[in-house]
């Protein structure tokens, strides 16, 4: 039970295998290190566009820096309020890029860095 403003909400702890999530009665979802999973720097697939997600839950969008809070919708799924009438909803990928339901696609730089990494080998 939680009591926010005078109300009351009900929860219930669910594992997940590799996460915790705390389901509540109003819809809302709070996921034990949930931002975490996000944190990182994104390039946008079709402008190259930089995008940085803090494991605090916010993106910093290119061109104006404006921080924007996002929110969890599930263990792999966020959404955030670009303005009022405008609501972008991503789902994370298995290679931790994020699809976003508008078509959009942010490739993760960390997940680029490490493939286009040359290796080195000593003999």
Do not use: C
């Amino acid at each position: 039970i939680a009591t926010y403003a005078q109300s009351k909400f009900y929860g219930k702890l669910v594992n997940d295998g590799d996460h915790e999530e705390i389901k509540w009665n109003n819809g809302s979802v709070w996921i034990r290190n949930g931002f975490e999973r996000f944190s990182g720097e994104y390039i946008h697939k079709s402008t190259h566009q930089k995008y940085i997600v803090n494991k605090m839950g916010t993106i910093k969008l290119p061109i104006t820096e404006r921080k924007i809070r996002f929110q969890l919708l599930g263990a792999n799924r966020i959404s955030y309020h670009f303005n009022r009438n405008m609501v972008h909803k991503g789902t994370m990928t298995a290679q931790g890029d994020i699809e976003w339901d508008n078509g959009s696609y942010w490739e993760n730089k960390n997940r680029l860095v490490s493939i286009t990494k040359p290796s080195v080998s000593v003999s």
